[in-house]
């Protein structure tokens, strides 16, 4: 089979609408045959309209540059040429292709109509883990040369190497690979097939080296875990200390006193089974500062201890740079695993069962062909390596992740190969086993049955675990929860496992009746509706009774009391509440029954039992569901909180639902500080006002006297930082605030030439400052990204923020803690004002509500601990490392003016506070950045 021609071409334009009227302003080719590269073209056209300001800074490209230039038809003429019996290439190829066409169609010439091949399309699934997917990441990550983006002579040859890359790939795939990509392919828009095709005919079906084929799915030959050795005589010097053991294996090795403090401090808390709070500010080295007496004391005692952080982040950043540098300077070998929740990891059944689905979307077709090439690669099946087709939240994630009631026995043929089990048996054997809060508290709230016996734990990022506890000690119900279950079971569309199920036991038992199976179909269809209905009337009683109360990111919010509230509405929603409680009863025991049919009569073929195992699991996880929606509509405890949140412009039955524990300090006791011999938390921020009495009452800490270690940062906030407080500002309150702010956001950017964050606690006032900052045409030379206003999810929205130069970027709560922006990344911290709790979280609302009701003092006790945290996690992301320099704005007055200001201010590291008129604080930002550059 020959080769065919390939034409790669790339386009700069007026703009992204060629059907109003944008033109090609530059067009750059590259003719490949016999996957070299034969000839290039590049080409400035002149548009029919000046070139807007943006698309100049963007590209570079002048009116001049294209004043002078030919028109499309001339100028593009020997390029033209080529296109003649090629596929043609390109990187986003329905833009290319449609200014392509429409310049040819102005000029009167033949549009073309032949093959494509998309980069992106392609990339996504040959290149699964890649961390984004336009041209320069991809030329990043593939270590390909590219200096000159956004030129288009450039960006056609760059785009040419990656489809090179990407075909280089595709021929070294086994043929089990090459056979699903095929299957994928027929629902994209790139014409791969040829390629697949050639690259098949290229192999013989064998099981490449290190590729195991496993019904039909070419995977990665899982690698054992190095066997453990005997017990090692662990005894080394102080490991930490000016002249210890890291000062003579570690070149680059800096003595850091706070270091050596918490390492000594956690060696005594192992020892004498002891708990301890310990706050590490940026820079001290906490994470070895922890690593190394863990890793000593298991290796010693034989025991395996627990370490568990808050984000995904931090759990890589120790497996994959603290732990190999561990292993490179401990004299002795040990292991260390990461374990997650079932569901983080893929089913090789399920992923199997899902080819045999018709494919229902694009998305889902790019996501099978992801996972196909991916698995060549991966040995832990951990499906937060990919950069997921669709999003994290398509459905497809969920078809074929791990689930408990389809995991493989031990006697099935999958068992070996699930990566679960894998992930499992590797924690079993590890020294140290790296967790998340999540699966934490998930154990915990099992009995202990998911994470291997330990007696002893590390918590980091542990200002979260209320949190996280209060989550898992909850509830959380939605209709989307529902419908998707019961889609799943749906035994009407011919899509439903109920439906695939019917059609075997038809062809094999035909023991149940045709009206049996109807009424089936009657029930689960009235289930589907009678949900609908149910949340289309929670929805209505929340918009209803919300008023002006709203979340963080602007949904609207009621809180309630399950058995408190009364009037017609709640009335029908108990009612439909037990109405659908008393079907799906009645209709759990049918399915029951036909599960008993199938299980003793059907054949017990991988399929069938897969089918049947799936059904059973969404039967289980629909009773869960039932029981938590007569939770929270039906039964009040007096020691919970309930709420309901809902879009102002979301789906009629849109609305979620939420219980949460009013005091999780009893359960961390019993469950936690009281079953373990020693827990040790740390995090930048425990401390409010020099003190850990806050977070030691919190916690359920009282009655276990744990030991207390600060260590300040090392960092130079003196020099490398300042605190800036307008003195000429309006109150928080004044009607005139969000105007005063915007145009000091502004100025602000004028003077860094962007790279601004502006940290909000209201999601209201965010959304005013946008709106205001919008309107003002002196902001178009900037991007503008707005939480809540902009689709995408928090690290979406950082990775615009990163990878455009003049941004500025609006965030509420989840951006106050938990992103890092080292380097020039970040120039200006805006906080807009100081971060109590809205009165109306409903959370905090109860909780200071209990307080109160005690005889206590909330504001003290509570509301003012919480903001002095807060407000320390917001300023900690101005200075992330060594070289950081930047300036943080407090445009809230009262931190000067208030009572309770100086408790903020002294929260603080040494640097300079500057209370001037907002005019001399820009002279200041002025100077400082100019200092700076």
């Given at each position: ?143 390909i040369s590219h200096d000159r983006p956004h030129q288009a002579d450039s ?536 003190s850990f009495s806050y977070a030691v009452s919190k916690w359920g800490l ?232």
């Open positions: 089979m020959s080769l065919p021609k390939y034409v790669v071409i790339d386009t700069e334009t007026t703009g992204n609408a060629p059907q109003d009227g944008d033109n090609i302003i530059q067009i750059g080719a590259v003719l490949m045959e016999d996957d070299e590269i034969i000839d290039t073209f590049s080409a400035y056209i002149r548009p029919a309209h000046s070139i807007p300001p943006f698309i100049m800074e963007l590209t570079g490209i002048t009116n001049e540059d294209v004043e002078k230039a030919d028109s499309f038809a001339g100028a593009a003429k020997p390029m033209l040429a080529w296109l003649e019996d090629a596929v043609l290439v390109a990187h986003n190829v329905p833009f290319d292709l449609s200014v392509l066409n429409a310049e040819l169609s102005n000029a009167g010439l033949p549009v073309f109509e032949g093959a494509t091949l998309d980069t992106v399309e392609c990339a996504r699934f040959m290149f699964p883990t890649a961390p984004g997917y336009q041209l320069t990441q991809l030329a990043d990550w593939l270590n960006d056609a040859i760059v785009t040419a190497e990656i489809w090179l890359a990407i075909k280089r790939k595709i021929e070294t795939m086994p043929v089990p690979a090459l056979q699903k990509l095929m299957t994928a392919s027929k629902y994209m828009q790139s014409h791969l097939e040829p390629v697949f095709m050639q690259a098949k005919n290229n192999l013989r079906l064998k099981e490449s080296e290190g590729i195991r084929v496993v019904h039909n799915i070419a995977l990665k030959s899982p690698q054992e875990a190095p066997a453990q050795e005997a017990a090692p005589d662990v005894s080394l010097p102080p490991l930490f200390s000016r002249d210890g053991y890291f000062s003579e294996k570690w070149s680059a090795f800096e003595f850091r006193k706070g270091q050596q403090e918490m390492a000594d401090t956690i060696t005594s808390c192992f020892t004498e089974r002891s708990h301890a709070l310990i706050e590490a500010g940026p820079g001290t080295g906490k994470s070895l500062a922890y690593l190394a007496p863990a890793v000593l004391h298991s290796l010693a005692q034989q025991e395996q201890i627990v370490i568990s952080t808050y984000t995904n982040a931090l759990q890589e950043q120790l497996y994959d740079r603290d732990i190999p540098f561990l292993k490179a300077m401990l004299p002795y070998s040990f292991n260390v695993s990461i374990l997650k929740g079932r569901q983080h990891y893929l089913c090789l059944r399920r992923f199997s069962m899902q080819w045999q689905e018709p494919v229902a979307t694009h998305d889902e077709a790019l996501a099978l062909a992801q996972v196909t090439v991916w698995l060549l690669e991966t040995q832990t099946g951990d499906l937060n390596e990919l950069n997921r087709a669709g999003g994290d939240n398509h459905a497809i994630w969920q078809k074929i992740s791990s689930r408990r009631a389809t995991a493989p026995g031990p006697g099935s043929s999958w068992f070996p190969y699930c990566f679960y089990e894998r992930a499992k048996k590797q924690a079993a054997e590890s020294q140290i086993v790296i967790v998340n809060h999540a699966l934490l508290f998930s154990d915990v709230k099992r009995k202990n049955s998911i994470l291997p016996s330990y007696e002893r734990l590390i918590i980091d990022e542990a200002h979260q675990i209320e949190e996280a506890a209060s989550k898992h000690l909850g509830a959380d119900v939605d209709y989307y929860s529902f419908q998707y279950l019961l889609n799943k079971i749906d035994a009407g569309t011919g899509k439903g496992s109920f439906f695939k199920l019917q059609l075997i036991e038809e062809e094999t038992v035909h023991a149940l009746t045709d009206t049996w199976y109807q009424r089936r179909r009657d029930h689960i269809a009235l289930l589907k509706y009678e949900c609908s209905e149910l949340f289309r009337l929670l929805r209505q009683i929340c918009m209803k009774n919300s008023h002006s109360e709203r979340t963080d990111v602007g949904r609207m919010l009621y809180r309630y009391e399950p058995g408190g509230q009364n009037g017609p509405a709640w009335k029908a929603a108990r009612e439909a509440v037990n109405r659908l409680d008393m079907i799906f009863r009645e209709e759990k025991k049918e399915w029951g029954v036909f599960q008993q049919i199938l299980q003793k009569n059907t054949v017990h073929s991988d399929y069938n039992e897969a089918l049947l195992t799936d059904f059973q699991q969404t039967a289980d996880d629909l009773s869960e569901a039932f029981d938590e929606l007569a939770q929270v509509t039906l039964e009040q405890t007096d020691d919970h909180v309930y709420w309901m949140e809902a879009d102002h412009k979301g789906a009629a039955n849109g609305v979620s639902i939420y219980k949460r524990p009013l005091d999780v300090s009893n359960d961390l006791a019993d469950k936690l500080f009281g079953a373990k011999s020693s827990v040790i938390m740390t995090s930048a921020t425990l401390m409010v006002e020099q009282d009655d276990f006297t744990p030991e207390t270690l600060y260590i300040p940062s090392p960092y130079s906030y003196e020099n490398r930082s300042a605190l800036l407080i307008p003195s000429d500002f309006p109150g928080v309150r004044d009607s005139t605030y969000v105007e005063a702010m915007a145009d000091f956001i502004y100025h602000t950017a004028s003077v860094t030439d962007g790279r601004v964050l502006i940290l909000f606690t209201s999601f209201d006032m965010l959304a005013d400052t946008y709106h205001m900052l919008r309107e003002w045409d002196e902001m178009n030379s900037f991007t503008i990204i707005a939480q809540g206003i902009h689709s995408g999810s928090k690290s979406k929205l950082l990775k615009t923020f990163q990878q455009n130069k003049r941004t500025i970027l609006l965030g509420t709560n989840a951006f106050w803690e938990g992103i890092d922006l080292p380097g020039d990344q970040l120039r200006c911290l805006i906080i807009a004002r100081l971060p109590f709790s809205p009165p109306g979280d409903p959370l905090i609302h109860s909780q200071m509500q209990r307080i109160e009701k005690q005889g206590g003092n909330a504001f003290q006790e509570m509301s003012l601990p919480q903001a002095i945290l807060r407000f320390r996690q917001g300023f900690g992301r101005m200075i992330r490392g060594h070289s950081d320099r930047g300036t943080v704005v407090v445009l809230d007055k009262r931190i000067m003016k208030a009572s309770y200001g100086p408790a903020f201010l002294h929260s603080l590291p040494d640097m300079p506070v500057v209370h001037k008129q907002s005019d001399a604080l820009l002279n200041y930002i002025h100077d400082f950045y100019n200092e700076t550059n």
